[in-house]
């Protein structure tokens, strides 16, 4: 059957009954023209709650350092220096689902964000746990860290709906900062946090602040020591409702003392040969859903091609040639298929 006009993101749970009620998270939905004759025949003894969710359409808000600050009246040199997106938006759609790793990370930074909204609602003092709601993903090019900060924010904002009433996220260009305006960057960094402050005043609005590229912001103060006012800067969250991203290529030239006030530090690895299979396989299946490829044989979940691998040659296949990419970031191997359809007959 085809979907309806409209993709509707939205949050069912299911509960598990031998561990008290905890809401499971299904994903995404797409609705069928009849869905109510398939929930009609559901023999299940639950109640399903749909909270559903409008995804904003309009894009990004951009600010430019100069329109927004007082730089240089002489130059005409412009940087973008924040975009504005109001969660959850379309921009963001399927990158949670999409994101593949070795590791836990996924769940580890929700459960991470889950405690901290707990532990803030349950009126615990910040000072005396120490807690600076500060992330920081550390890794190559490539691996993914700026699209999970996205999916994050993405998930827990359609997650804690029922919490916060609007969900925002403030993306901060960094880089342009310090390469267009050194001697400023300090000052524009401080002012560009209070107007972040003063959106987190409401307490009903969830902000995520992603700082890309945060070696700009804190590099190690033996290579600037200029720099080091913009780290203390990041003490200006101290609010509840503020989760503040950051990503780093560069461990190496990162501040101790920006290290020092993360509460969660991880790294983001190149994937292992079951991740790339797992990769090319939802890239096959994507494929084959816009009908460019036809496949004979299903590509099985990398569980089935381990417990009986003889029934899946095509499965096989694609893993050797997982194997044979290792090395290979998520970004690069994401670009293999259609590459390789491109060369095709097809």
Sequence with gaps: MEPCLSLCQVCPCVFDYRDKFRPLYLGNIWFVTDVLGIL????????????????????????????????DENSDETAMG???????????????????????????????????????????????????????????PGTGK??????????LSIRLNSRFSSSVMVEINSHSLFSKWFSESGKLVLKMFDQIDEMAED?????????????????????????????????????????????????????????DRADVVKHVGQPSATALYSILARCIEELTRIKVVTTEERIPHVRELK???????????????????QGLSGRSIRQVPALAWSKSDG
């Design 40 to 71: 009609k025949n559901c023999q299940l003894d639950i109640t399903l709650v749909i909270p559903f969710l409008k995804l904003t359409v309009l894009g990004p808000i951009f600010e430019n350092l100069k329109d927004v600050y007082t730089v």
């Design 82 to 140: 924040s975009l504005l997106w109001e969660l959850p938006c379309t921009e963001f759609e399927n990158l949670w689902e999409n994101l593949i790793y070795d590791s836990d990370l996924k769940n580890e930074l929700m459960s991470y964000a889950h405690a901290l909204i707990h532990l803030s609602d349950k009126g615990a003092d910040m000072k005396v746990i120490n807690v600076n709601r500060l992330i920081i993903l550390l890794g190559p």
């Design 146 to 155: 700026t699209t999970l900060c996205r999916g994050v924010a993405q998930h």
């Design 203 to 259: 307490g009903k609005c969830l902000v995520f602040v992603l700082i890309d590229e945060v070696e700009s912001l804190g590099m190690s103060r033996d290579a600037s020591t200029s720099r080091g006012g913009a780290i203390l800067s990041l003490d200006h969250f101290g609010r509840s409702n503020v989760i503040v991203l950051c990503t780093s290529n560069l461990e190496d030239c990162l501040d101790r003392a920006l290290l």
């Design 307 to 325: 417990d009986n691998a003889a029934m899946y040659p095509a499965g096989c296949e694609l893993m050797e040639l997982a194997r044979l990419a």
